[in-house]
């Protein structure tokens, strides 16, 4: 069983920065590949970014290309998500997800067992 707690959302103002963190409990974080997603009102669940279980391979979908960075430290169980230069279009309920043990990086959501409870970003213009 694996839990996750989101932190580090909240109100920004457009071309600022904030750093979300997912904390794991779970006996081997390294064993899971991470990934965060977004749901804003109205739309549907999107991927935002995954990562490895080591970390070396990520993914990002094609709007926060280039302002996001996603990394996880493995001895602190935690996956972050640093966003840089948001914009408006970027508010949405952020979601830390744990995807199947041992499994390589997925951008499926099917394939993310585990979820947290979500944390509000607000990105005002």
């Known amino acids: 069983q694996v839990q996750l707690v989101e932190s580090g959302g909240g109100l920004v103002q457009a071309g600022g920065s904030l750093r979300l963190s997912c904390a794991a409990s779970?006996?081997?974080?390294?064993?899971?590949?991470m990934a965060w997603f977004r749901q804003a009102p109205g739309k549907e669940r999107e991927v935002v970014s995954a990562?490895?279980?080591?970390?070396?391979?990520?993914y990002y979908t094609d709007s926060v290309k280039g302002r996001f960075i996603i990394s996880r430290e493995n001895a602190k169980d935690t996956v972050y998500l640093q966003m840089n230069r948001v914009k408006p279009e970027d508010t949405a309920v952020y979601f830390c997800?744990?995807?199947?043990?041992?499994?390589?990086?997925?951008?499926?959501?099917?394939?993310?067992?585990?979820w947290g409870q979500g944390t509000q970003v607000t990105v005002s213009s």
């Open positions: 997800a744990a995807g199947r043990q041992y499994y390589d990086l997925t951008t499926d959501a099917r394939y993310y067992n585990y």
């Open positions: 990562i490895s279980r080591n970390g070396a391979s990520t």
């Open positions: 779970v006996y081997d974080f390294s064993d899971y590949p």
